[in-house]
RNA sequence: GACCCCAUCGUCUAGCCAGGUCUAGGACAUCAGGUUUUCAUCCUGAAGACAGGGGUUCAAAUCCCCUUGGGGUCACCA
């Protein structure tokens, strides 16, 4: 984009903390921030918190924890862990009420807006009378008519009122949009619109008016779910005599079936689960679950540290426990609230669709892969350049290369890029990284295993971690005591253990021994004597020994490389993880051919 | 329903604005083969798209129109 003056570049993300930082407001930060870094302009973080019966610090928090694990980083702004303020403040909505008023003010002495007095039922009774008759609500301007005494008379006796902004004229509405181009709007698709709420709170539509005005904001990107809006911003700045910023509307993203990414999500998810579960239980079953289910201590703080709960939100400061009504409303689907589908998925052992940025946190995905992955959802940098990096961004990024359609969030992509950049870290970067999240999510790990064992673990995992997340799930076995292992009932591992002759049971027995008798328990230590046995025994063929050992020592087949395995669990568990699997052979073989 | 936006492989996209070099390129997923002590990797290969119909033009994935399909907005939510 040609910039004939010099206005120095400034951007804004304005979320409103109302919930977690869900990805589709992550990627608008995300293009705001680079546009105005890549342009050595400023980005501003203002809060939009006009809704004060959604908004909570606590979600603030969240947020900006968010958008800085993301690498996102605000000029200006609210202060947080060492970053924000800035002259144009205060950078939250609910701070601003005196500037609003003065703007109210002006606009009713102008005779461009005015005050009304019906109640939301009044109106909402209008539109639904309205939409039986199939034509489209407008708000009739009754307020308008009301003379001089009546008002003040009303005001007098303290009515409430909200401040309507009178629409000027009939003349189509251009909005110049940098990715959609030029889109006319009709104003006889708006009515007088609410500026200032019953409770002095202005709407978003005033608000973020006055704040980007007075923000010197240049360049608004948002979602497209705001493009329709944009006729109004229009107008209300041209009635304050307000400049012109350059719009960019991003559509939106989706999930893969084409549904809206939302925290419905995740409800639907758990009531899934739930319903499956509950399929052939018995009604006092059903009973026992749901007060098991409100015994949840869910207190914030105990519940992040809580492996078992790691999913539910630091937002969320629930001072009460949920009842079994709340239980039963979210099943019938007449709520959604996801710290009770978060309550259900972790109790039923079930994974939830990621869809804030934190669920990709506790998930495991690199924040800067997700940032890869978001820009490129939208924006493409063109000469088939995918894997870059927060550099990247701010040396390329421009609106000229915004993708105009919708995308769908493609996860399989997400976790391919994960694995590349994981694959390509320095060991000691993988293993920093891997203590920090089993220390934040599942402690249990870094305090059951030794250091040297821990760093072992890490090492063995790293090239074969999609995230962060699912190799310290499937490595649950290095934890376990040594007779809390479970054989799998399943195919591969009867095959392993009972087929052949001599049967991996009979490899198990012999090579039991050999290993018991090694002095020096290391990874190349173990290796020749398992190697010289199954070429002794096994034809040279490696897998028939290392399989049974493998089902030995964790349950089933599936772990590391097989002498990192051995050699982390240590000697003592490894023989008599063996010496039990051989114990339990009759069992078995009893149950499995049952 | 009204208005607004959008339309290339299953998915994300390059190409479109400045029409020919496009028998449409890449990535993820899929399938086949190979490597490997399991899973995951890794290597090689295959299959796979210009939504449909009209124009404009010597020439259209690229420009225009219509249809169809998808999405958004229509709150004292943002």
């Known amino acids: 984009m040609s910039q004939t003056n010099p206005t120095i570049v400034r951007t804004r993300f304005a979320p409103s903390p109302s919930g977690p930082l869900h990805v589709g407001g992550a990627r608008t930060a995300l293009f705001c921030w680079a546009y105005a870094k890549a342009h050595d302009g400023s980005f501003i973080l203002r809060i939009e918190d006009t809704d004060q019966k959604r908004s909570s610090d606590a979600a603030c928090q969240a947020l900006m924890h968010d958008l800085r694990w993301l690498g996102i980083d605000w000029d200006e702004g609210p202060e947080f862990d060492g970053i924000g303020g800035g002259d144009f403040g205060p950078y939250f909505c609910s701070k601003r009420l005196d500037i609003y008023h003065k703007y109210i003010d002006q606009l009713i002495d102008e005779g461009k807006a005015y005050r009304a007095f019906e109640t939301p039922q009044e109106l909402d009774a209008a539109r639904s009378d309205a939409k039986r008759q199939k034509h489209n609500y407008r708000y009739d301007r009754s307020a308008l008519k009301l003379d001089q005494a009546t008002i003040q008379a009303y005001l007098d006796e303290g009515r409430p009122y909200v401040v309507r902004f009178t629409l000027p004229n009939d003349e189509p509405i251009l909005v110049r949009d940098e990715v959609r181009g030029e889109v006319t709007v009709d104003p006889k698709e708006m009515d007088d619109f609410v500026i200032l709420k019953a409770d002095g709170y202005p709407t978003y539509h005033f608000a973020v008016v006055i704040d980007d005005e007075s923000m010197n904001i240049t360049h608004i990107i948002r979602g497209q779910e705001h493009l329709n809006n944009t006729a109004k911003h229009v107008l209300l700045q041209d009635a304050l005599g307000f400049r012109r910023p350059v719009f960019a509307h991003l559509s939106l ?342």
């Open 253 to 594: 993203i989706f999930n893969p079936d084409g549904s809206k990414m939302s925290k419905r999500e995740k409800a639907k998810a758990a009531r899934k689960a739930a319903s499956a579960f509950l399929q052939s239980k018995p009604t006092e079953d059903v009973e026992a679950w749901l007060s098991h289910l409100t015994s949840f201590d869910m207190k914030i703080g105990d519940l992040v540290r809580n492996s078992q709960q790691r999913h539910l939100h630091l937002y969320q400061e629930v001072e009460h426990l949920f009842s079994p009504t709340d239980f039963r409303s979210f099943l019938d689907g007449d709520t959604d609230e996801p710290g009770i589908a978060h309550l259900i998925a972790d109790d039923l052992g079930v994974d939830l669709p990621e869809i804030d940025v934190q669920d990709f946190r506790v998930s495991g995905f690199l924040p800067q892969v997700l940032v890869n992955y978001l820009a490129l959802l939208g924006w493409s940098p063109g000469n088939d350049v995918e894997k870059f990096d927060h550099a990247f961004l701010i040396e390329h990024f421009d609106l000229d290369r915004i993708i105009k359609s919708h995308a769908k969030f493609d996860r399989d992509k997400l976790l391919a890029f994960n694995l590349d950049a994981i694959q390509a870290m320095s060991p000691k970067q993988f293993h920093d990284l891997w203590y920090a999240h089993c220390r934040e999510y599942h402690p249990k790990f870094v305090e059951k295993l030794s250091p040297e064992r821990f760093d072992m673990l890490a090492a063995a995992n790293q090239s074969r971690s999609k995230t962060l997340d699912d190799t310290v799930k499937s490595s649950q076995f290095f934890i376990m005591a040594d007779d809390a292992i479970e054989y799998e009932q399943t195919k591969a591992v009867r095959k392993a253990l009972c087929n052949g002759d001599p049967s991996g049971y009979d490899h198990l027995a012999a090579i039991k021994p050999l290993l018991a008798d090694l002095t020096d328990w290391t990874k190349d230590a173990i290796e020749p004597v398992v190697d010289k046995y199954s070429q002794e025994h096994a034809n040279g063929k490696l897998g028939k020994v290392a399989q049974p050992l493998r089902i030995a020592v964790s349950g089933s087949t599936v772990s590391p490389a097989i002498f990192e395995t051995l050699a982390i669990l240590g000697r003592e568990a490894v023989v008599n993880r063996i010496t039990r699997c051989l114990a339990n052979r009759q069992q078995f073989l009893d149950t499995s051919n049952a």
